[in-house]
């Protein structure tokens, strides 16, 4: 008996198949399996009940559906190969514009046909953005440049199957690619970053003239073309050491690639792999990791060993004469409430609008010249910092931590201002709506916007300054004493106008027709002779 070979469809079901039936032999669930190979529970269900044979009668295996846009795939190919950067949603409108016979499809049809052209012809999709043009920089002296940067990864800890988020430090001299780094399972603060920079030149055994950074907060308050304000601790160290630092443009990590490079191979290799114990273990790993590879394996770009060419450079770096000492003051993890608050020691200090996104959310926090230093528990940047307050039961906050203000308001406010012509007695009633109650203030607006308009202007304002006058600040009573106003006026009756008709000289005179008497006498006539009849 010859039987036909299977199709591509046919061979894919029968492999789910045959991996369901496996995996349920080794004692997994179901709701597993359908994690696992990525299909529904019940259909897993369904296959773990059948046999080998039953499923190959069945009319699921032998099921097979076609594309709607199969007769326009060469076209379709054609049009992502040449455009690899277009998404589902470029596709679509391109298929409706050269062929308009196509029904209407959803979006979820076009979005699969186009990962299946992409698959089925191996068309991988390119990001299509500017790129900026560079060019390569000239390689530094000897002992003239180092780039520094920062970095952080959650990585596995040994003996669970938790995760913890390590933020490190890392140094290249920038002629030789001789590279350092430092752990920390805290994030960096200035004193953490100094103690980082001398630990850095100890291992190096002398300081370069030069360190390139990025704009981070640790070193700089602010830079105004070219023009830098050191944080107070870092210009103290930059002048007793003896470097010279300089900044990177905003979002410009090209210029310090070297070290952009590090930071992604530390990531990308040591810590992807490497499992935490203690972050004093974790940082003597590293550095035995170092020696191994990068430091002592041929360097890709200057196709030298960094640790040879270290031996040069070792020679033009200036001394360091300093011992490393690590900061006393260590961050602790605070709860943050879902209020934007954190307390300390029997008081409440604010964080920005929004901190808050889940339960138990943490930040850290650091004690620094009677100043408290909060920052974000999952990135190490700064939150924000206050004084420390010496009573308790207080609330210490700043006003832009203050939930922003509803713009929508302000557009009801325009409109009520805009009806009433900007009357001083309306922006005073409005004021003081806003700060007496100031909760139910947009209330308030909506409610005037609704009967403003069925009341004369000269009533409306006139009950305004009735209410401002009597210390009454509400729209509601103000619609009431407009509505008084309202029936204490005159009532004058209704006189119908007088529509004047015709022309000429006496206008305003209609003559009304006349019938002629012979139309009446010959209609009476008629009538009496049928009554006879």
Known sequence: MITSPLSPSCKKQLLMFDKVKQMSLEGKKNKRIAF????????????????????????????????????????IRQFIYVHPFVTSAEVADYVRKHFSQVRNLSRKTYFNYTMYIRRKYQIAKVDYEHHRIMTQRQETPYGYEAQVDFGERRVPVAGSNSKIKIYFFAMVLSRSRY???????????????IYAHELAFQFFGGVPEVILYDQDKCFLHREYYGDYSLTYKFKRFVDDIGFRPEFCHKNDPETKGKVENIVKYIKGNFMRIQEFTTIKQYNQEAVDWLNRTGNH????????????EFKKEIKELSPYYGSPTEPTIKPLPYTVSKTNVIHYK?????????????????CWVYIQNDQLL????????????????????????KKEHQRPLDKSRFTLEEQILTYTKSDPFVAKLLNNINETNYRYYKNHL?????????????????????????????AYKVHEVAHVLMDRLPVTPAMDKIKLL????????????????????????RSCTVQHN
């Open 297 to 308: 394996l041929r360097h890709s770009t200057i196709k030298l060993i960094p640790a040879d």
């Open 36 to 75: 696992d190979l990525g299909i529904d529970r019940h259909r897993v269900g369904r296959l773990v009940k059948m046999s080998r044979s039953q499923y190959l009668r069945s009319s699921s295996y032998k099921r097979s559906y076609s594309h709607v846009l199969a007769p326009y795939e060469e076209r």
């Open 446 to 474: 909506k409610n005037m916007i609704s009967y403003m308009k069925d009341y004369p202007l000269e009533i409306l304002l006139q009950a305004v300054t009735k209410c401002v006058t009597s210390d009454i600040n509400s």
């Open 346 to 362: 029997g008081n409440t200090y604010s964080l920005p609008w929004g901190t808050y996104t889940e339960p138990k959310q943490q």
């Open 502 to 525: 015709g022309t000429g000289t006496y206008k305003g005179i209609e003559v009304p027709e006349k019938s002629k008497i012979k139309s009446y006498t010959k209609y009476l006539n």
């Open 374 to 397: 909060i920052y974000k528990h999952e990135t190490g940047k700064e939150l924000t910092r206050h004084p420390i307050c010496k009573g308790t039961g207080k609330l210490i906050s």
């Open 179 to 193: 590279k350092y780094m430092y752990m920390s399972d805290t994030p960096f603060t200035a004193e953490k970053a």
